[in-house]
Every structure is written in structure tokens, then in C-alpha cells.
């Protein structure tokens, strides 16, 4: 194994783990339930999650128009699939076997 | 619906509710963790496929899924390795890439309310990934109360599967999805999805506002700056909408 990517890991690791674990020293115990600490916290959850999902779905948007199609089908699975059975598994495996399978039709 | 629910007279959504709070952390979970087992090994797989596509071996992409632990970012450092990016830059890069984990931890005790405890949050901190915390996030939501236990078993089961679906693309080299297209096709689509799912077992109306702002902030920006600003710009822009919305609006939200 190169030293240049250890090294790598352990900055990037090392660093990841801060962002991760020093909050959590911070106390949050006395804060009011309606605060604007409480409100910010509270919103950053839907924000994050509606963030990542865009974030994830940017790129394949960006492709050709002709491999979008399996994307569409990938979304309406998951929409489907979780109106379906409200599960977060059955949704998000129905969704990438929808879009697998489009591209195996020919919509990629 | 058991006894206690006929006893107490609960309806069918505090019933529901009873139960997930009574489950036990290992049950609960156990059954959180599932989707991100199912989602993180292929993901990991692809992972190990890329590195060894580009020249790393096998030892030195579990390195990275071993210690860092954040996928976007290993993908980055994949590309930042074959590129010959000096070693401090490229490490300073793929943190600051995370840097917006710093407001997982605090949301999700917030959301704990009385149940918060970070006795053991030095471990399952290391955890903490987008992934781990939407889970978790969307599990307090649907009334699962917080506990260390609860975290330690979703955060390493998703860190176990993220290892062997590494191990298992390294191992199966770099070619490995050259001659499977519809199986790459679905692989790359299963991260959307998992979010996609995620955001739908934690949406209320009352949380529109929020969520539509990130988007489009997400949206401008990356169009304007780059994919790392538009993860700080959504969730920041969705968390200060949080803020500026009347109070009632956002005060059940996850």
C-alpha cells in the first residue's frame, strides 16, 4: 500500500470523524423547544435528506436526454413502491430494479 | 392490535406509536439498518470496482472505506489519487466535503428530546454518515425512541456492509460491470433511491416549504459553484427556512 493514501485516509478520516462527533459535545438539553436553534435543527433533517436526494439525481439528469428515461422509471418505482407498501427497503430496491431493468429495455 | 392497545383505548396511530417505542433498540435498529445494508453494499461494490479501475489495489480501497467512511467523498478521492493531487490538499478537500456532517449529530439529539445520551457518541459518532443519519432521522420520526444502542447497531451494521461491498469489488477488479450495463444502470440509481425513499417516510405537508428551497438552492448551487456548494447551499438555505417560517410550521418536522 502507498504511504501518500494512508496518509490520505487518515487526514480525510481523521477529520470526517470532528465534524461528526465534536457537536455532539455541545448541550443542546436547555434549549427552548421553539427556539431558533430547535427550528434551525429541526429543518436541517427534510433540508438534508431533500439536498442529498438532489444532489444524487443532478448527475443523471445531466445525461443524454435518451438515457433519462430509466431515471423516470427509477422515480415513479420508489413513488410507487412506497405508496404501496410505506417501506423505505421495498421502495429503494423497487426503485433501482425499475431502473435496471429500463436500461435493460433500451431506455439507456 | 394487542392487548394493551384495546386496554388503553388507543387509536390505531397512538397504538402504532406505542409500539415502535416500546421496541428494543437491537430490534429497532436491526430493522432500521436494513435498506442501508441493501443500499451501501452494491454502492460499495461500485466503489471498489472504480478504485481498482483506476489504479488503487484492493488493500488500499478497503483503506479508505476502512478509515474514512463517506461515500461521495471516497469516490472524490479516488479521482484526486489518480490525479496526483498533492496529499494534504486532496485530504483537506474531502472534509471539507463533509463538513456539513456537523449538523447530524445535533439534530438528531435534538430530536431525542429527553432520550438524548452521547455516552458512547464518540463511537457511534464515527458513523455518522448521510445515510445513517437519514435512517436514523426517519425512525425518530415514525416514534422510535433514541438510544445508543439503537445508533451503535445502525451506524456499523451500515459500516459492515460498506466494508464488504468494498472488499467484494476490489476483489472482483476493475472490469467487473463492464459487460453488465442494466446491472450498473441500477446500481448507480440505488443512492436516489435510498434518499428518494427516505424523504418520503419523513414527509409531512408542513415541511414543503423547506424541502422545495433546498432543492432549488441545491440546484443553483451546483449550477453556479460547484456539487459541494450546493449540499452546503440546500441544507443551509432548508434549515433557515425552517427558521423563518412561522414557528407552529416546523415545530413537529424532522
Redo the contacts between chains.
Keep these: ?2 504511504a ?10 481523521a ?3 470532528l ?8 448541550n ?2 436547555d ?1 427552548a ?2 427556539g ?23 448527475p ?1 439528469l445531466q445525461a443524454p436526454l435518451a438515457q433519462q428515461g ?2 423516470v422509471v ?2 415513479l418505482a ?2 410507487a413502491a ?1 405508496a404501496w407498501r ?1 417501506s ?2 421495498f ?7 425499475a ?6 429495455l433500451g431506455l ?1 | 392490535m394487542g392487548a394493551k392497545g384495546r386496554l388503553t383505548g388507543k387509536g390505531p396511530d397512538e397504538y402504532r406509536l406505542t409500539m415502535m417505542q416500546q421496541k428494543s433498540p437491537a430490534l429497532a435498529g436491526l430493522q432500521a439498518v436494513l435498506p442501508l445494508v441493501l443500499g451501501y453494499f452494491p454502492i460499495a461494490f461500485s466503489f471498489g470496482v472504480a478504485a481498482t479501475r483506476s489504479g488503487l489495489t484492493g488493500a488500499e480501497a478497503i483503506c479508505l472505506s476502512l478509515i474514512v467512511f463517506a461515500g461521495a467523498s471516497q469516490f472524490l478521492a479516488i479521482a484526486l489519487i489518480a490525479g496526483g493531487a498533492p496529499v494534504l490538499v486532496a485530504g483537506l478537500t474531502l472534509a471539507a466535503m463533509n463538513l456539513r456532517h456537523v449538523l447530524y449529530g445535533p439534530t438528531l439529539l435534538q430530536k431525542a428530546g429527553a432520550d438524548r445520551a452521547t455516552r458512547l457518541g464518540w463511537l457511534w459518532a464515527f458513523a455518522l454518515t448521510d445515510e445513517v443519519f437519514g435512517a436514523a432521522l426517519g425512525a425518530l420520526v415514525k416514534g422510535q425512541r433514541f438510544s445508543e444502542g439503537f445508533m451503535l447497531i445502525l451506524g456499523f451494521g451500515a459500516y459492515a456492509a460498506w466494508l464488504a461491498g468494498t472488499a467484494a469489488g476490489a476483489w472482483a477488479g476493475g472490469g467487473a460491470l463492464d459487460g453488465w450495463p442494466a446491472v450498473s444502470a441500477g446500481l448507480d440509481f440505488m443512492l436516489p433511491a435510498l434518499f428518494l425513499a427516505l424523504l418520503l417516510s419523513i414527509l409531512s405537508g408542513k415541511q414543503v416549504p423547506v424541502i422545495l428551497i433546498a432543492a432549488a438552492a441545491t440546484v443553483a448551487g451546483t449550477w453556479f459553484g460547484s456539487a459541494t456548494l450546493g449540499l452546503f447551499a440546500g441544507m443551509i438555505a432548508g434549515a433557515v427556512t425552517g427558521v423563518s417560517w412561522p414557528s407552529r410550521e416546523t415545530s413537529h418536522a424532522g
Design positions: 500500500m502507498r501518500e493514501v494512508l496518509e490520505l485516509a487518515l487526514i480525510a478520516g477529520l470526517t470523524y465534524w461528526r462527533y465534536l457537536p455532539l459535545r455541545a443542546l438539553s434549549t423547544p421553539n431558533l436553534l430547535a427550528r434551525f435543527l429541526a429543518a436541517t433533517g427534510p433540508a438534508a435528506i431533500a439536498t442529498l436526494f438532489v444532489a444524487e439525481m443532478l443523471l430509466r431515471v427509477g422515480v420508489v413513488l412506497y410505506r423505505v427497503v421502495a429503494t430496491l423497487a426503485g433501482a430494479c431502473c435496471g431493468a429500463a436500461a435493460a439507456s
